[in-house]
T-cell receptor, first 108, second 118 residues
Framework: GQSLEQPSEVTAVEGAIVQINCTYQTSGFYGLSWYQQHDGGAPTFLSYNGLDGLEETGRFSSFLSRSDSYGYLLLQELQMKDSASYFC?????????FGKGTRLHILP | GAVVSQHPSWVICKSGTSVKIECRSLDFQATTMFWYRQFPKQSLMLMAT?????????EQGVEKDKFLINHASLTLSTLTVTSAHPEDSSFYIC??????????????FGPGTRLTVL
């Protein structure tokens, strides 16, 4: 079977840095992705890691360690608009499975 | 950029009726589309993988006779919720993979359809 674990909620202050962790257990693994979803909206793709290491895209970075079945999403210089749910997703076989999501609350 | 549309964006229907939801890739071809269901404050649950020209692949626990999927062209997949009941009320989201993209892992999501069954 496949399972992904990520914290249900994280709170941080505007301008700060926050890290959202994700651990996974899958029968096949072809990469870890991160998606952002605002309330009432559809998910939007943020990043993808197929190999170990750090991928940086602007204020967002994502990390993967395949040996540890672990990854994280790092958000820097937090802005109020970053308040959303963040999902890690693993591609196994021919489909992508999503974690339960982490609700990010940002305080002014 | 790749855009996926869904229609309708919301629908309210009576129990026992059928509802059809369309998912279109507007500026790319998609041999494969995915249908998800999301309950409030929960994750996206994959319902089925829709393949153009062939039968959809349903996830375990999803009734194929209740959730009919048709992927008749490279830009259109439809999900029909047959004999809908209040427990089918949910946010239904489709996604598509761009056939021409080298990034196998990026899916483009539609804006979702909120179904309320009275």
């Amino acid at each position: 079977g496949q399972s992904l674990e990520q914290p249900s909620e994280v709170t941080a202050v505007e301008g700060a840095i926050v890290q959202i962790n994700c651990t996974y257990q899958t029968s096949g693994f072809y990469g870890l992705s991160w998606y952002q979803q605002h309330d009432g909206g559809a998910p939007t793709f943020l990043s993808y890691n197929g190999l170990d290491g750090l991928e940086e895209t602007g204020r967002f970075s994502s990390f993967l360690s395949r040996s540890d079945s672990y990854g994280y999403l790092l958000l820097q210089e937090l802005q109020m608009k970053d308040s959303a749910s963040y999902f890690c997703a693993v591609r196994g076989d021919d489909k992508i499975i999503f974690g339960k999501g982490t609700r990010l609350h940002i305080l002014p | 950029g790749a855009v996926v549309s869904q229609h309708p964006s919301w629908v309210i229907c009576k129990s026992g009726t059928s509802v059809k939801i369309e998912c279109r890739s507007l500026d790319f071809q998609a041999t494969t589309m995915f249908w998800y269901r999301q309950f409030p404050k929960q994750s996206l649950m994959l319902m089925a993988t829709s393949n153009e020209g062939s039968k959809a692949t349903y996830e375990q626990g999803v009734e194929k006779d209740k959730f009919l999927i048709n992927h008749a062209s490279l830009t259109l997949s439809t999900l029909t919720v047959t004999s809908a009941h209040p427990e089918d009320s949910s946010f239904y989201i489709c996604s598509a993979r761009d056939d021409s993209s080298s990034s196998y892992n990026e899916q483009f999501f539609g804006p979702g359809t909120r179904l309320t069954v009275l």
